[in-house]
């Protein structure tokens, strides 16, 4: 990020976070029932790799949500 952002692109970050924390809920509840279920032994190895895949898959839909609104760049046949 360059600097801060302005009022017109935090009020769009708010409205992004917003959009990104509902589409990844049922991924939030995975982590969570994932760490609630474990003891402190099993926490890291297999729970930590299934975490992370968990994770990546939210960072997915935020960058489906935040491209879902945009045009892209690309045209259909002419």
Same mark, same amino acid.
């Given at each position: 990020m360059?600097?801060? $952002?302005?009022? +017109? *692109? &935090?009020?769009? =970050?708010? !409205? $992004? %976070? &917003? %959009?990104? !924390? &509902? =589409? !990844? *809920? +049922? +991924?939030? $509840?995975?982590?969570?029932?994932t760490l609630v279920g474990s003891d402190n032994a099993s926490l890291f190895g297999e729970n930590e790799f299934k975490i992370r895949d968990i994770i990546l898959r939210v960072g997915a839909k935020a960058y489906q949500e935040h491209l879902g609104g945009k045009k892209t760049a690309t045209r259909g046949p002419a």
């Amino acid at each position: 990020m360059k600097g801060p $952002l302005s009022a +017109e *692109q &935090e009020a769009q =970050a708010q !409205a $992004l %976070a &917003e %959009a990104i !924390a &509902e =589409a !990844a *809920q +049922e +991924e939030f $509840l995975q982590v969570a029932r994932t760490l609630v279920g474990s003891d402190n032994a099993s926490l890291f190895g297999e729970n930590e790799f299934k975490i992370r895949d968990i994770i990546l898959r939210v960072g997915a839909k935020a960058y489906q949500e935040h491209l879902g609104g945009k045009k892209t760049a690309t045209r259909g046949p002419a």
